[in-house]
Each structure stands twice: as structure tokens, then as C-alpha cells.
Nanobody, 115 residues
Framework: VQLVESGGGLVRPGGSLRLSCVAS????????LRWYRQAPGKERELVAN????????NYADSVKGRFTISRDNAKNTVYLQMNSLKPEDTAVYYC?????????WGQGIQVTVSS
């Protein structure tokens, strides 16, 4: 299983970014997908989750109303649309595919929110 993130970078406060994560080597549609982030000196935290069936979504309180997770099973891709970005959103963002008791991580991508 391989997950590759893209779309990160530097953005000013109030701006937007869309992260993408393409999966290979897995039957993508069967599994829930997540985005995590880890800021310097902090633990990795769950940002958003989307289920395999029905596409139900859940978010951390800190990003509710600003971030949207979505998936395109035909493209084996999960997205994280991030709007109204704040400096405290600065972190390395990771996608994760949850396969029962196991899972697989992407390599991570830097998002920096700064003026």
C-alpha cells in the first residue's frame, strides 16, 4: 500500500489549500480514510475521517466548519479542503487508510500558515 500526499505549501492567514492523497496497491473503496496533522513539539492529532460506506465525515473541533474531507473512489484519492486557515493550522499533514486493525500512512506534507 502506498499513499502520496500533495497540495501543501505556504499560505497566508485566511487563505485556502486543498490537500490530495492518492492511494495505490489497495482496494481503496473498502476502507475509511483519515487526515492527521502534527505540529512541532506536539502529538499527532486526528483532523478528519470519512467512512467507506456512505461517506460519513467527522472532524476535530478545531477545524469544524473550515475543513472538508472528501473522497473519489474512482481516482483512489482523498482530499482535504482547508479554508479560513489560521497560523495554528501549521503542521505536517498525513493521510491514513484504516484497514481493520491495520493501516498505512502517507509520507506527510508541510502546511505553513504565516503572513
Amino acid at each position: 500500500v502506498q499513499l502520496v500526499e500533495s497540495g501543501g505549501g505556504l499560505v497566508r492567514p485566511g487563505g485556502s489549500l486543498r490537500l490530495s492523497c492518492v492511494a495505490s496497491g489497495v482496494t481503496f473503496s473498502r476502507y475509511a480514510l483519515r487526515w492527521y496533522r502534527q505540529a512541532p513539539g506536539k502529538e499527532r492529532e486526528l483532523v478528519a475521517n470519512i467512512t467507506s460506506v456512505g461517506g460519513t465525515t467527522n472532524y476535530a473541533d478545531s477545524v469544524k466548519g473550515r475543513f472538508t474531507i472528501s473522497r473519489d473512489n474512482a481516482k483512489n484519492t482523498v482530499y482535504l479542503q482547508m479554508n479560513s486557515l489560521k497560523p495554528e493550522d501549521t503542521a505536517v499533514y498525513y493521510c491514513y487508510i484504516k484497514m481493520g486493525f491495520f493501516g498505512s500512512w502517507g509520507q506527510g506534507i508541510q502546511v505553513t500558515v504565516s503572513s
